[in-house]
């Protein structure tokens, strides 16, 4: 079964700092990954998704993440984030072959603050 | 309607008592997922509806979980005889049926519940 890890659990940042969230995942086939975002009070929604193609993926709100097939990871970037970045951020694995239920294996998050 | 909803959004209730939480998907999604997001944990996922196949339970962690889907929209996911320990967020995700590029899921607010 697949699993994926996001080493860092919590994070602080002042404004206009760099960004960079860790996800590895694990799983010997090919995988469709994601970055989904919760903002206080709100649901899940999505950041960015990779498919296949350019490893770099742009996503909402400046956000990019690069897939790096050799390292089995995804991490997510921000050249300079803002308060309104707070949030708790999600990675996400799907199995691209898994007999049709794509259900989606998440990591267990990283708390992102901003402080202004 | 606009997204995926979820009702209640907020369930308190008493060890032992069964609960009803209830989903609707987005209008036309044929596949939809429950998902329990547990306090410092990331997404497990439950259950797996698509079309008028059969679903996939293989995430129910233990028989006082069931779900059902009525007319391929609405979803119920009971839990019967509670615990503590099923206390999280119990989220609903619906997604288009198709190919690669659908493969998108839409969540909706989640359902608190938490039993005492």
């Known amino acids: 079964a697949q699993s994926v890890s996001q080493h860092n659990h919590h994070v602080i940042l002042s404004e206009a700092a760099s960004l960079e969230l860790g996800c590895n995942y694990s799983?010997?086939?090919?995988?469709?990954l994601f970055w989904y975002v919760q903002y206080p009070g709100q649901h899940l929604q999505l950041l960015l998704k990779?498919?296949?193609?350019?490893?770099l993926v742009k996503g909402i709100k400046g956000f990019e993440a690069e897939f790096i097939k050799s390292k089995f990871s995804f991490n997510l970037r921000k050249p300079s984030v803002q308060w309104s970045d707070t949030a708790e951020y999600f990675c996400?694995?799907?199995?691209?072959?898994?007999?049709?239920?794509?259900?989606?294996?998440f990591g267990s998050g990283t708390r992102l603050q901003v402080q202004p | 309607g606009a997204g995926v909803s979820q009702s209640p959004s907020n369930k308190v209730t008493e060890k032992g008592k069964d609960v009803e939480l209830r989903c609707d998907p987005i209008?036309?999604?044929?596949?939809l997922y429950w998902y329990r997001q547990s306090l410092g944990q990331g997404l497990e996922f439950l259950i797996y509806?698509?079309?008028?196949?059969?679903?996939?339970k293989s995430g129910l962690p233990s028989d006082r979980f069931s779900a059902e889907r009525t007319g391929g929209s609405v979803s119920t996911l009971t839990i019967q005889r509670t615990q503590q320990e099923d206390s999280a967020v119990y989220l609903c995700?619906?997604?288009?049926?198709?190919?690669?590029?659908?493969?998108?899921?839409?969540f909706g607010p989640g359902t608190r519940l938490t039993v005492l």
């Open positions: 995700a619906s997604r288009v049926n198709g190919r690669v590029t659908s493969n998108e899921q839409f």
């Open positions: 799983y010997g086939g090919t995988v469709n």
């Open positions: 990779y498919f296949s193609g350019d490893p």
């Open positions: 509806f698509q079309g008028n196949s059969a679903p996939d």
């Open positions: 209008s036309g999604h044929t596949a």
């Open positions: 996400a694995v799907q199995p691209w072959r898994d007999t049709g239920r794509r259900a989606l294996t």
